[in-house]
């Protein structure tokens, strides 16, 4: 073959090589279609209302409230519920989750009913540990990609409730976390994780025995990573590309979980402001919040004092976030609540909508449900999963 030939034949064939593969307006190669993402909030329930060892009048009432709450724990066995908790997960194939009410329950080894003057140690329950167990019996691993502790709380427990401290066994202690979990996978990484409790907090009185009530705050947060995933690589079409991978495409975002104050109205509100003026919120693609917001956006109702100083609306917290430009990605059914002790019959007679899932700036949902309400996934023994329902949506974002 000629020079002139051999330029010629070697000219089209990159033509045809070019028209082969994808161009930006540019004509620079065109990078792939971003991934979907499934995203999950899920409260796992700490197994008990604390309600009646927070406001106990006296040390004597706190103890004995406090070792009904130890009962209940007990009796609400997340041992059991974890395997169901896990199961939906895994069902869900979600790529993070946002877990709120994850304890760590534990009692004092030497028998010191002292308080928080010697810190329990002995682990009872550990509910983060427990429930990665049984993602993992499934098949599947999540780390760890954030803790936020939340409330600490140590009292005596009184088991006899008779009105007076002769029944008191040892000390009990429950904290409580929330965690963002993040699937294990070469397609997914995380990196810049920021968490911190918020400034608002709704003061109680908690007499710890043998003292005069000391104040107490009962402390809420909020987690955030930046998460990547990159789609599966696959293998263009055309005998011209055989063997050449296409273009991976990737999403990039960050992704929050937070719980909000659920006693008071205000000092939800105030969190949610803090959460928005903090920066947590911000990311140059998009950002996903995900949690237990206690706020639901269709409440009519106002709150006053003595839980709320200021009357503020029940609604107000989620109107905060969304006014920052959030949109609801979540469910629109109600997602809470089961009765504390997790027994109700089926159906779920959930009430209110405060699990959510946000995403800003607006996103394409392609799906999601609610999980938590089906009888069929309820323990051998009747219990619920969860007090909450939790919400998942898989959404289409941007690169």
Known sequence: MGGELRVAAVAALAAVAALALPLGADGAKKKGKPPKVTVMTRNLYLGSDLTAALVAPNPVEASEAAGQIWRNIQETNFIARAKPLAQEIVDAHADAVGLQEVALVRRDTAGEADGSATPATEVVYDFLHQLRSELRARGVNYRVASAQGEGDLELPLDF?????????????????????LVKDSKRLKFSRERSSNYEAAFPVDVPPAGAGPEDLEVLRGFNAVDVVKRKRAGRKRGASSAGRKRSVGKAKFRFVNTHLEAISAFFRAEQASELVASGALDHPRQTILVGDLNSDPEDPDVQGP??????????????????????????TVKTCCHANDLLNPPPAAFSSRIDHILVNPSRTRLGGALVGADPVMRTPTGLWPSDHGGVFSTLKLKR
């Open 306 to 331: 003595p839980f709320s100083p200021t009357p503020t609306a029940e609604a107000a917290a989620y109107n905060t976030i969304a006014d920052a430009g959030f949109v609801d990605v979540g469910v």
């Open 160 to 180: 006899v409730d008779d009105g007076t401290p002769t029944g008191v066994a040892y000390d009990g202690r429950l904290t409580i976390r929330d965690v963002v």
